[in-house]
């Protein structure tokens, strides 16, 4: 019997189970406004203007902060920005989709878009979405558990800034 992959290298489009506490503490809120443009523009273009995750070329992108964590020293740390499709940015914050869903803000039927968004990219079927949704809400209560510090790593707003600053 052959073994299993790593999901890391069996699935494109993962959930990235962020704490709450740290929902809203990225870079779009950080920097000012046309600095983070010129940022998230560069990022698309990097990208050929195509989601990284599924290679949409027709949908509006969306910059997303790739995070990396150590548990044992309770960090989040950033790995880096990609251009995505708004359907692969949603899946992988599928918790905070679906918070927006229960406040009333996004339609319900959304979170069905989104699950058979995972199976086409992946290629995979209901079961492996249902393994995945239920490993990674494992580790989201874990981590909604524990206090995070970040890490911005060489996208700190200072570096960010003097980069951007004046172009």
């Keep these: 019997m052959a073994k299993k992959l790593p999901e890391w290298e069996r699935l494109k489009l993962r959930v990235q189970p962020t704490p709450r506490s740290k929902w809203g503490d990225n870079l779009a809120h950080l920097l000012y406004k046309d600095i983070w443009d010129k940022l998230r523009r560069e990022v ?3 990208a050929n203007h195509r989601c990284e995750i599924c290679g949409q070329s027709l ?23 990609m251009s ?8 992988i914050h ?10 009333g803000k996004i339609p319900a039927k959304y979170l069905d878009t989104l699950r058979d968004h ?3 990219v992946n290629g995979v079927d209901e079961k492996e979405w249902l393994s995945h949704i239920n490993g990674k809400s494992y580790t989201m209560q874990i981590r909604n558990d524990r206090k995070y510090s970040i890490d911005y790593k060489e996208y700190s707003v200072a570096n960010i800034t003097k980069k951007y600053q004046g172009l």
């Design 44 to 46: 698309y273009g990097r």
């Design 94 to 103: 599928f918790f905070r989709t679906q918070t927006e869903v229960r406040k």
């Design 84 to 91: 995505l499709c708004e359907d692969c940015h949603n899946t």
């Design 118 to 120: 995972f199976i086409n």
């Design 59 to 81: 949908r509006i992108l969306h910059c997303h902060e790739n995070w990396g964590f150590n548990e044992k020293k309770r960090s989040q740390f950033l790995v880096s920005l």
